[in-house]
């Protein structure tokens, strides 16, 4: 079954350290997503990309950092620069033609800093 | 830059009524894709209608319908005879046609449905 993969469903990081989140896709779609959830605040982008080798920063990308080696894959690294790095990760991914658009969803990732 | 504007941050419906979520978005753009999306307690997102700007009929989806007002750049979302498992956060999206794609998601709505 085609899908978005997460891992790990949960993850605790100790301050100083960075941690790298896992997103893959089999949909074959060229565009994926990382966004972060905090209570009260729906979805804030944190990266994406449109396309292998290239990502552009959202609305909130201090502290992260991203790789689009392969066109399934989309780590999401949390770096110690990150100074409040305890949220709901949700990673996402769309074809970036206008006859498909809607993004379609991973599981999700809590990380909680210890 | 677009936003979108969802001003009820909890609703509540007794089982088998109607409600209505509302949402309204700011864009210079006259073509556009509008969303929502339905995270119950497994906080999976999951899809729950789509509107096409430049479609005038208003979307539907078996209980879920859109009342999409272009003009007014509202897009609101009526649920009929809500059940229980519609109990979650509903959000709404929007995407441009053009440019990247970007799409800028609203706070949410909690919904609670009342047996």
């Known amino acids: 079954d085609g899908g978005i993969t997460q891992s790990p469903k949960y993850l605790f990081r100790k301050e100083g350290q960075n941690v790298t989140l896992s997103c893959e896709q089999n949909?074959?779609?060229?565009?994926m997503y990382w966004y972060r959830q905090d209570p009260g605040q729906g979805l804030r982008l944190i990266y994406y990309?449109?396309?292998?080798?290239?990502?552009q920063k959202g609305d909130i990308a201090e502290g992260y950092s991203v790789s689009r080696e392969k066109k399934e894959s989309f780590p999401l690294t949390v770096t110690s620069a990150q100074k409040n790095p305890t949220a709901f990760y949700l990673c996402?991914?769309?074809?970036?033609?206008?006859?498909?658009?809607?993004?379609?969803f991973g599981p999700g990732t809590r990380l909680t800093v210890l | 830059a677009q936003t979108v504007t969802q001003s009820q941050p909890e609703m509540s419906v007794q089982e088998a009524e109607t409600v209505t979520l509302s949402c309204t978005y700011d864009t210079s753009e006259s073509d556009y894709y509008l969303f929502w999306y339905k995270q119950p307690p497994s906080r999976q997102m999951i899809l729950v209608i789509r509107q096409e700007a430049y479609k005038q009929q208003n979307a539907t989806e078996n209980r879920f319908s859109v009342n999409f007002q272009k003009a007014a750049k509202s897009f609101s979302l009526k649920i009929s005879d809500s059940q229980l498992g519609d109990a979650a956060m509903y959000f709404c999206?929007?995407?441009?046609?053009?440019?990247?794609?970007?799409?800028?998601f609203g706070t949410g709505t909690r919904l609670k449905v009342l047996a």
């Open positions: 949909l074959n779609h060229d565009a």
């Open positions: 999206a929007y995407r441009s046609t053009s440019g990247t794609y970007k799409y800028i």
């Open positions: 996402a991914s769309s074809y970036t033609t206008h006859s498909y658009n809607e993004q379609f």
């Open positions: 990309s449109q396309i292998v080798n290239d990502f």
